[in-house]
């Protein structure tokens, strides 16, 4: 079983929708928790940054984390086709100094938003 | 703010060959990550440097190597390529007070 499981899609939708994307984990220890965007031919942008369980608003995007179920979500409301990415889930355990430590990250969900 | 610069974006190896990738990190940042990204597999953990000492190393064989320099520039070096190891190929650049890493834009590797 890998620690971070997320379903690779894909999910079309129309403009204006409301989209959920969604991980499972197994590793009790992840804290940190990350939702990544990712275009063709670019490396992964860091959308969303959440510690520990509760909800996280940033304009149309909304993170949520529920750590007794190790499950984690990410809502986009209002899509626009420039949402369209492969999106992908992150998790770190690691509390070492000043950084994260190893990432784990979900297979990743590709999503277009069509018009 | 520059971000982070990998090179080279492409290249294209020989089985058998080596092959070394750079990465310079944002700068302040001392921690650099190296990972590998394929369709089947998706992103999977390399490496970690932090202030030029490996923290924490992935799952892959010994011809997968890395350094970080003083600069917190960092390479990773390939030997004795295969087929499989085609891939893009990310540089993370974190630091302290930043949330969550910074991702540089990948080299593509194409072994044949």
């Known amino acids: 079983q890998k620690e971070v499981e997320q379903d690779p899609g894909p999910l079309s939708v129309p403009e204006g929708a409301i989209v959920s994307l969604n991980c499972t984990y197994s590793n009790s220890a992840f804290q940190y928790f990350m939702w990544y965007r990712q275009y063709s031919r670019k490396g992964p942008e860091l959308l969303m940054y959440t510690y520990s369980s509760g909800n996280k608003e940033d304009g149309r995007f909304t993170a949520q984390v529920d750590k007794s179920s190790k499950y984690i979500s990410l809502f986009i409301r209002d899509s626009q086709p420039s949402d369209s990415a492969t999106y992908l889930c992150?998790?770190?355990?690691?509390?070492?100094?000043?950084?994260?430590?190893?990432?784990?990250f979900g297979r990743g969900t590709q999503l277009t938003v069509w018009p | 703010k520059a971000g982070v610069t990998q090179t080279p974006r492409y290249l294209i190896k020989t089985r058998g060959q080596q092959v070394t990738l750079s990465c310079s990190p944002i700068s302040g940042h001392r921690s650099v990550s190296w990972y590998q990204q394929t369709p089947g597999q998706g992103l999977q953990f390399l490496f970690e440097y932090f202030s030029e000492t490996q923290r924490n190393k992935g799952n892959f064989p010994g011809r997968f190597s890395g350094r970080q320099f003083s600069n917190s520039r960092s390479e990773m070096n390939v030997s004795t390529l295969e087929l499989g190891d085609s891939a893009l190929y990310l540089c993370a650049s974190g630091g302290q007070g930043a949330l969550g890493y910074t991702f540089g834009s990948g080299t593509r590797l194409t072994v044949v």
């Open positions: 992150a998790m770190s355990a690691d509390t070492r100094g000043s950084t994260l430590g190893r990432l784990y």
